[in-house]
């Protein structure tokens, strides 16, 4: 044990902050000091150049909707929690950090006033919102690095009746936040993120006439704290003696005190498995899981630890992949081009432009067009299944249409019909939008009854942007931005997932066309922008669009 003194000596006198150790019920009960550790996992990033971070700014810009809708709904409002509520696992956020990273939400908007808006959704509080971001990470040189966009775009939130509106609001932008940040992660942080692991010092009770040096073995614990501030590299050489240490104990046993025996074995190989995880050995931190499932307290047959260390392995497979997957991704996209309607006042409430309306029953409307947003995205927040088993089943057949009004020069009330039964609109400057369904529903059944549902099924306007024998490239104008593809023998548009389950989605669209498989495999096609739909065009085309 001296070399462990050493090295905790080393570490404070290097000036490093250890957390502070409060009293809980942790690992091994009311006797036990437990301290939640925020690290990340052993996967290097694709790039390695920012592997030795440790810190990072958070800078928040908030547009003033945000408030305002807050103040609107009596909810109390502070930029400082807002500030709090986002963060990335495993790096220490401070003033001057490393990285710089800011979240700009440029546009939010609570729609309230219009007479389409459902203030309840089956019986549960509903709320349409809309919002445009982006964000943007630098490096300590200043150098931008990394960028994301969220396009205008207006959702229906439903809630559980319990539910404030301003934990609705910290939901909807902390889920925006962390879904343009994802990849950043895997470009340039280790992963994956690992916030349930923890160092607990043990205390034996009063009564206990067990001889086990208790003041060593928490001083073994001391270079859990420390890793956030200590380069990686460095980890074994910490981890070495202490390891040691801790295998002389996976077995051991204590007659004085059975009930402490079984607390330090359990304590012994949780740190080994930790720590082994923690160092990208798989294999030798599995051998260690049995005993913590062994000795973990249960409470009615339910472990925590356990099940938590077991997830963390294929985590870590997992964040492999997602790594692998960002050789093909940009950090650093082209800003979106965005329709003029979406950059007016009015986005979030409808596109309006001088145009020509044809109709399934072959009417011509000409007038201004007015598209309203009355069916959005609608997101699901409900963790309580409060009504009818019809909603999955409701949600699952989806696909809302809107609203269209044609004010017609001379005619005081406009003409009304929706999307579903519109064929196409022609704007005054000649662009054609046909429509059609895209998107969709949740699951009719779902296993998860805390798992958040949206069903993005919808009726769209496209243009099309390139027309082939067998399929063709469109870009959605209304409601949200996109590309897409349509065979012409189906009737939907085919939009596949943005990142996880893509490539599973484009093998079963091209399946007729095993050429298409082959670069589908190679990654060819994982980028979410024009260009990579355009090749994907260009592509089928070529090797099998006119077959």
Known sequence: MKKITQVVLLLMLTGINQIVSGQSTGWFGKATISNPLNLRGPVPPTNPEYGNYKSYEMILNLAPGL????????????????????????????????????????????????????TYYQKAPAYYIGLESNL??????????????????????????????????????????YSMIEEFEGFYLYGPKITKLRYSDIEKKKKSKSTFNIEEYNQSLQVMPTLVDVDRENWADLFGEAQKFWKDLVNFQDKDDEDLAKQIRFSANYNLAATYILLGNVEEASKYLPGVKENEKSFLGMRNDYPYMSTLVEDIEKYKKLTEKTFTIEAIPQEPVLASYKKAPTAFRYAEFPGEVLDTDSKVWKGKVRIISDYPELVDLRTEQTVSGLRSMMDGIGSEKSSVYIYVEGQKKPE???????????????RMYIVGKTGRGVSLVSFDMNKQETSSKRYSMFEEVKKGGKVSLYHEFFPQDAYVLKKHVQEEFFIPPVFLGRRKALKEYFSDCPKMIENIEKGVYDHENKETYIKMFDDYTALCGNS
């Open 416 to 430: 009304r019909t929706n999307l579903k039964k519109v064929v196409n609109i022609k704007d005054e400057e000649g």
């Open 136 to 177: 943007e990470i630098t490096d300590k040189a200043g150098k931008v690095i990394y960028k994301r966009y969220t396009t205008p775009k207006v959702c229906m939130y439903v809630t559980n009746p319990t539910e404030t509106y301003e934990n609705l609001t910290y939901k909807i932008l902390t889920d925006n936040f």
């Open 67 to 118: 408030e305002s809708s807050m103040n609107n709904k009596k909810a109390p409002y502070s930029s400082e929690k807002f500030y709090e509520a986002f963060s990335i696992s495993g790096l220490k956020k401070q003033k001057e950090g490393e990285f710089k990273v800011k979240y700009n939400l440029t546009r939010f908007e609570l729609v309230n006033d219009e007479e389409y808006v459902q």
